[in-house]
């Protein structure tokens, strides 16, 4: 077992020059790796002073770069001194009826809304047959003139 820090002290080592990273409760001077690093020094930069444990397990690193970690171990982290995990959970809020329309009139018009147009495509198809009928019926009687 290593030496032990706090998570401000490994907070401190956050530049190029100096980067620590806390994962899986041990303590990485991952410095001399961070032109080396696959993804970029931008990625180590933004896991510092954090426990980047989830980060890292994100990625799903291969087993040999796991195995690479061993020779950047300075020491473990103080537990205690890393925030407890809090899950996000989002404030109870009333549902937002941004047109303030209150919703049972907002379900009485989906039902009627398709219920007038079904009812107007009807009445249109009546109307234009009885049309259509009609002027039939008028051309027949001007054909029996002649």
């Known amino acids: 077992m290593g030496k032990v820090f706090t998570l401000k002290e490994v907070a401190d080592h956050n530049t190029p020059k100096d980067c620590w990273l806390i994962i899986d409760g041990k303590v990485f001077d991952v410095t001399k790796f961070l032109e080396d690093h696959p993804g970029g020094d931008d990625v180590l930069l933004s896991a510092t002073g954090k426990d980047a444990t989830d980060d890292f397990e994100d990625v799903g690193h291969s087993t040999t770069a796991k195995s690479m970690m061993d020779e950047f171990y300075v020491?473990?982290?103080?537990?205690?001194?890393?925030?407890?995990?809090?899950?996000?959970?989002?404030?109870?809020?009333?549902?937002?009826?941004?047109?303030?329309?209150?919703?049972?009139?907002?379900?009485?018009?989906?039902?009627?809304?398709?219920?007038?147009?079904?009812?107007?495509?009807?009445?249109?198809?009546?109307?234009?047959?009885?049309l259509i009928l009609k002027l039939f019926d008028l051309r027949d009687d001007n054909n029996d003139m002649m």
Do not use: C, M, W
């Open 75 to 130: 020491g473990d982290i103080d537990a205690s001194t890393i925030p407890s995990k809090v899950e996000y959970k989002a404030p109870n809020q009333a549902h937002y009826n941004q047109d303030k329309t209150p919703e049972f009139i907002i379900k009485i018009l989906q039902f009627l809304v398709p219920l007038v147009i079904l009812g107007v495509a009807v009445g249109i198809r009546f109307y234009t047959k009885a």
